[in-house]
């Protein structure tokens, strides 16, 4: 983000915070509830790129496989896991545009097993964090999540105190991938369970991991999601088991269910795209079947590591299975800052490969 909007930015924060003057007196009146997801939501990049401040939360989530010189996704194990996520939330419609920014930053070292966390937290008042309202730039601190036309710039610091660093360059010329009906994602079959949300996955990956160890140029594969939504998940339930994957066929899948406090499937779907074409299904049509179990030693939280994946009208049936154990990340412990697991996960042979993410197991999240 230049300069001059950050300035721009930083005054009309200012100036928004200062409802009892006479400019404010004559704005537009405040909106009495946030909006919520339906269908038939009119797309318009790079605009929905940005924040939507009309609704409660919002989420921006890069995860990819980053590869040593010589190896190649689909063939070899990668070297590192990366996660890279800006969440959005507001308490009430009136600090939409002055929302809290909550960052995410974790990279997982393949051979030794380690994965480094660490997460920032800044308001958008001050410039602290924030999104530019007109494409994709989102950011906290230094960290940096930016689109310049088909380039794809991240920047962060997985560990604290600055002892690591990743700065990567994604290409990708696909156009975003709506999930659901048209990026209208439904979670349940309450009125408010749904999301609008959109992919990108098979950004291509080039830059560098610095670590204790010194520079590592890599290549790799990413997957970018954004959603948006408003109270989403239903009272009966806690979380969910989510997965982003890239076949070696050329599939690209993303697959989830929600979980009742019992830890039975609430809702479960699948998003199924191949070049230009994609589908959805739902229910019964899709399988989720947990198998091994790994307890972290933090929370005692039991967390899935294996996955049957069935998906049979689209000939799917696949196990996939995490390459690190200890992907358990998060520093809070409430309901707005979960503890949850987020790591690189891979079928056997390297038919698939992509990320999962569980929450709720160390504790019922709220969105």
Same mark, same amino acid.
């Given at each position: 983000? /230049? ?14 915070? @200062? ?6 007196? =004559?704005?537009?009146?405040?909106? =009495? ?29 890069? $995860? ?20 890279? $996520? ?16 909550? #960052?995410?930053?974790? %990279? ?19 410039? #602290? ?40 360059? !994604? ?20 009125? $408010? ?11 291509? %990956? ?38 982003? @994957? ?5 599939? /690209? ?6 979980? !009742? ?54 000939? %799917? ?11 358990? %990340?998060?520093? !809070? ?12 996960? #891979? ?12 929450? !709720? ?7």
């Amino acid at each position: 983000m /230049n300069r001059i909007y950050r300035v721009w930015a930083l005054i009309g924060f200012m100036v928004g915070a @200062l409802p009892w003057c006479t400019v404010g007196a =004559s704005a537009a009146p405040e909106p =009495s509830v946030f909006q919520r997801a339906k269908p038939g939501y009119q797309w318009s990049f790079p605009r929905d790129h940005g924040p939507h401040n009309e609704f409660q939360t919002e989420w921006w989530y890069y $995860t990819g496989h980053l590869y040593r010189e010589g190896a190649e996704p689909f063939r070899d194990p990668p070297a590192y896991g990366f996660q890279l $996520t800006f969440f959005r939330r507001a308490e009430t419609p009136r600090d939409g545009a002055r929302s809290e920014y909550l #960052a995410h930053a974790a %990279i997982t070292d393949i051979a030794t097993g380690v994965t480094t966390f660490s997460s920032r937290k800044g308001g958008a008042l001050l410039g #602290a964090a924030g999104a530019n309202p007109t494409t994709l730039e989102v950011w906290s601190g230094d960290w940096l999540a930016e689109l310049i036309g088909e380039t794809h710039l991240l920047r962060f610091t997985p560990a604290r105190g600055g002892s690591s660093s990743v700065r990567l360059l !994604g290409s990708s010329r696909a156009s975003p991938w709506l999930q659901g009906e048209e990026g209208f994602s439904r979670k349940g079959t309450c009125d $408010t369970c749904a999301s609008h949300y959109y992919s990108i996955p098979r950004i291509h %990956i080039s830059g560098e991991v610095r670590g204790e160890q010194g520079l590592t140029p890599v290549t790799g594969l990413a997957w970018m999601d954004h959603e948006f939504m408003s109270n989403t998940l239903a009272p009966d339930q806690v979380g969910w088991d989510w997965m982003g @994957l890239m076949l070696k066929d050329g599939r /690209n899948v993303t697959v989830f269910r929600l979980r !009742g406090a019992d830890g039975s499937t609430s809702y479960a779907s699948a998003s199924i795209q191949r070049g230009g074409e994609s589908s959805t299904v739902r229910g019964e049509q899709v399988t989720l079947t947990p198998g091994h179990v790994w307890v972290s030693p933090t929370t005692s939280a039991r967390y899935p590591l294996e996955w049957r994946v069935q998906i049979p009208s689209h000939g %799917i049936d696949l196990v996939v299975k995490a390459r690190v154990k200890g992907c358990e %990340i998060g520093e !809070g412990g409430s309901e707005l800052e979960p503890r949850y697991w987020e790591g690189p996960v #891979a079928a056997e042979g390297e038919t698939a490969v992509g990320y999962l993410e569980m929450t !709720g197991y160390a504790g019922k999240i709220r969105l």
